[in-house]
């Protein structure tokens, strides 16, 4: 059979992690007659818990799994991935510095992104969750030295895709697979833009079918603000739902969309739709062969550009912030 790829989640012990895991052996995301090794990074107060997450690997018995090893060694975690999952992230907690934050996320992507460039295979596939996850991206491609090309590098924002979708659908009173072309751009965060002016029901534009007054303030202001309905609702952030969205994002990434568009923050550097090429932003992609192309001459409206611009803005002001953070680390 194939030779085993490595899969590396960081932040392996967490929640998201425990649902991802299964999903990333069931054969769906790289392939029924695709072996996985699993890397799988926690820091040392998780290490107890991991073992018990590798005792249920070892009981899901499925055929793909390959093995795993456990580790606060990113030198062991990352030694010759395929594709990284980075899980593990310093979200900001309740009476905390949006700066001190960002220093202990700094800190964090830094020295992965140098072990990752150091230690893991040049084609790597690299997808960051923990948040805030497009800065955290951009961390993580600036301590990769250029080892790494910056298309091997993405954020999540298919979960955010994935939510927007789900509400048109329901709205319009669809099957999901009834509604194509919503998309997010920007930032996963509260300044995302999730877009339907290229969106369609059925075929038909999903302007004209659903109320647009709704489709221009209260389905926005919902997607923007599923993540914290959920934490307000679970007292935990999304982990099932993110799970499934990781999946999706990996499976079209490396599998292909057959020409259908989703949502993934990226770093690009053609200037697309007037996006600078320092910061990960949420396009439109399709995917091919392991490789992402965004949809390229949308017509963007006034009321879709000032949303754009400002999570652009949003994500150039994190940039900056944590561009004053960086220590430069040693690769080698
Ligand atoms: P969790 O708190 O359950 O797990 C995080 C794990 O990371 C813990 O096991 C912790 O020990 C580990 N960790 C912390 N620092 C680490 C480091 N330096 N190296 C390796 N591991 C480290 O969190 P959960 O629920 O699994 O969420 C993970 C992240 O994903 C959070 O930052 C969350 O905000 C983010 N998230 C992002 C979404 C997106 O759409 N982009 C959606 C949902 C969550």
């Known amino acids: 059979g194939k030779a085993p790829i490595k899969v590396v989640l960081t932040g392996a012990a ?21 072996p996985v090794f699993l890397g799988l990074l926690d820091i040392q ?24 090893v456990g580790t606060t060694d990113p030198a062991v975690a990352f030694k010759d991935a395929d594709v990284c999952v980075f899980l593990g992230a310093f979200p900001r907690k309740e009476g905390m510095e949006r700066k001190d934050v960002m220093g202990m996320n700094v800190k964090i992507f830094n020295e992965q992104g140098a072990a990752v460039a150091a230690h893991a295979k040049p084609t790597v596939k690299c997808l ?3 948040n805030p996850a497009n800065t955290n991206a951009a961390i993580l491609l600036s301590a990769m030295g250029g080892k790494i090309p910056a298309k091997n590098v993405t954020a999540l924002t298919r979960l955010d895709h994935n939510r927007a979708t789900s509400q048109l659908a329901m709205k ?4 999901m697979t009834d509604v194509a072309g919503v998309f997010i751009w920007g930032n996963h965060s509260s300044t995302q833009y999730p ?18 007054a709704w489709l221009e303030g209260e389905f926005i202001t919902k997607v923007q ?7 307000e609702a679970r007292k935990l952030s999304s982990a099932m739902s993110a799970a499934v969205a990781i999946a999706d994002h990996l499976r079209d990434w490396i599998k292909g969309t057959n020409g259908r568009a989703v949502s993934m923050a990226i770093f690009q550097s053609e200037g697309a739709y007037g996006v600078d090429s320092d910061i990960c932003y949420s396009f439109p992609v399709t995917c091919d062969q392991g490789e992402w192309t965004i949809v390229m ?11 754009m ?20 680390v040693a690769i080698n």
């Not at 967490?14 to 695709?34: E, M, N, T, W």
């Not at 877009?195 to 647009?212: M, Q, W």
């Not at 001459?297 to 949303?307: C, E, N, Q, V």
């Not at 611009?309 to 430069?328: F, G, N, S, V, Y």
């Open 128 to 130: 960051v969750v923990g």
């Open 172 to 175: 319009a009173g669809v099957a």
């Open 14 to 34: 967490g929640q998201i992690a425990y649902s991802l895991l299964p999903k990333l052996l069931d054969g769906s995301v790289f392939g029924a007659d695709q």
């Open 309 to 328: 611009d400002a999570t652009h803005k949003e994500l150039k002001e994190e940039r900056a912030l944590a561009e004053e953070l960086i220590k430069p």
């Open 225 to 231: 603000k599923r993540g914290a309905a959920i934490i």
């Open 195 to 212: 877009d339907v002016r290229h969106a369609t029901v059925k075929g038909t534009p999903a302007l004209s079918v659903v109320d647009a």
């Open 297 to 307: 001459g949308l017509p963007i409206d006034a009321f879709s550009k000032t949303r």
């Open 45 to 68: 107060p998780s290490m107890t818990m991991l073992g018990g997450v590798i005792m249920e690997l070892e009981d899901l018995a499925y055929p793909c799994y390959a093995g795993s």
